[in-house]
Structures are given as C-alpha cells and as structure tokens.
C-alpha cells in the first residue's frame, strides 16, 4: 500500500464502501481547519525515508498522536520524483489505529518493526475481534490526515526529503521521539480528567446549615390537621400554669 492508495481508497483496491466519500470529506474539512497544528519531522536512515508526522487531535484540545511512515527510497537522487507511488510501512499512536487496525496491518506485512514495542502485548499478538473482525484495513482518521498532511505540503518529494531530512545513527535513536500506547493513553485520561466538571449537590452543607440558621432564629412553622382543617394556634401559657382562654357566655335557664 502507498500514501497514494490511501488517500484514494483505503480499503484497498477493489473494495467497495458505500461512505468513504462522505468519510474522506469529512476528513479533508477538518484537515483545513486543523493544518496549521500539524508538525513534519524527517528522518533518513539506511536508504529509509521515515516521515513522522504529529498528529492533532480533533477535540482534546492540544493532544497530538505519532504517526510514522517508513518508505524505501531505492537510493534514488531524482528528486522530482514523489515517494507516494512507493510502498510504505506505517506506524500510528493514535487509540482509534491501536485497537482497530494495529493487529491488521501487522498481519498483513505492513507495520513498521522496529516500533512494535511501542504497543502493549496484548495489542501485538491479538486481533480486534470487536472493532475489526475480519481484519481489513481501512480509513482510520490519523493515518489518513497525515497521508494528506504530506500529500498537501509535498513533504514526500525526493527533493524535499534530501534537503530537510534529519540522519540520525539508529533507528532507535527515532523511536525515542515516539510516544508509546501506554504514555497517549495516560495523556487522554489526563485530559479528560481536566475536563470534567464537578457535580453539584442537590443539597449542599451550606443550604442545609441555611435550614439549621432559620430554625434557630424562631422561625415557626405552622401545623396543618391532616383533615385540612384550618391551622391550629398553639395557645399561650400564663403565669400560675393556667391557660388563657376566651370567655363563653351561657344562655340564662328559665
């Protein structure tokens, strides 16, 4: 598969999927509106070009994702000629790749090797039975943006790869510069942590101490017979113990 497979049917050839147009679109608009926050970063190593393009998040405020693009240059010095007609090996962080298409591309020859222990195990030896049953590759947001990021930018020209790319001594000197599942997993749970707001009592300490202050004022509350009688006045109590009360006139007998 190439940059350019994938940008035109990331299903791959001969597939058929009734929303890709709408998906791809999607994808493209948001691109636009998140282009500025993407960052390239190129490195050559052995005849390999590797792109390591960071990734934005679409609503996780500054969370970005590493994706990794691994394609043989051939030792090739014509530099008007685009490395996205070449097979590539990916690579990508990114939660939506890791449990659904991660195992896929393995088993298919497709991930890069020497960051595979960027995955946790689990994520290496097992399918995503949920997520992707039958083990198909096709659109995932992150690999799809940066596939266009460098479509967009040229940034996967021969020419531009010789004049801005980075020779480091290893291969593992680039994979120190690529986070792994485990610390973009606990930076999402960061994040969303940040984000939650707390709950509001119903009845707060200080609405129920509000109650307890009334009380303790004399506020008095009127007793209502559950008959529905008119409220009962409690009657006041004179000295000597004796309760006031009104007098009643008797009618005189005759």
């Known amino acids: 598969m190439t940059i350019a497979d994938y940008l035109q049917n990331p299903y791959g050839k001969g597939s058929a999927i009734s929303n890709v147009t709408t998906q791809k679109e999607n994808l493209v608009k948001e ?38 693009l691994q394609i043989h240059m051939e030792d ?78 040229r940034r996967s020209e021969v020419g531009s790869v010789l004049s801005t790319s980075v020779k480091p001594t290893s291969f593992n000197a680039i994979a120190r510069l690529i986070r792994s599942q485990d610390q973009i997993m606990a930076s999402v749970k960061s994040r969303a942590q940040e984000k939650k707001v707390p709950e509001v009592p119903s009845d707060t300490p200080r609405t129920a101490e509000n109650r307890n202050d009334r009380n303790r004022i004399g506020i008095k509350k009127v007793a209502r017979v ?19 009360a009104k007098s009643v006139k008797k009618t005189k007998r005759i």
Not at 226 to 244: L, S
């Open 226 to 244: 559950q008959t529905g009688a008119e409220p009962v006045q409690k009657t006041a109590k004179v000295k000597g113990g004796i309760n006031k």
């Open 31 to 68: 691109y636009n509106e998140l282009q500025t926050r993407f960052v390239t970063r190129i490195y050559l190593y052995r005849g390999e070009a590797i792109f390591h393009v960071v990734v934005p998040s679409r609503n996780r405020g500054d969370q970005t994702y590493d994706v990794v």
């Open 76 to 153: 090739t010095k014509d530099v008007s000629i685009n490395l996205e007609t070449t097979p590539m090996l990916v690579f990508s962080n990114c939660p939506s790749f890791i449990y659904t298409y991660a195992n896929a591309f393995r088993e298919k020859g497709l991930n890069i090797k020497w960051l595979d222990f960027k995955y946790r195990r689990e994520v290496q030896r097992r399918a995503a039975t949920t997520k992707n049953e039958y083990g198909i590759i096709g659109l995932e947001r992150s690999l799809y943006l940066a596939c266009l990021h460098l479509n967009r930018t």
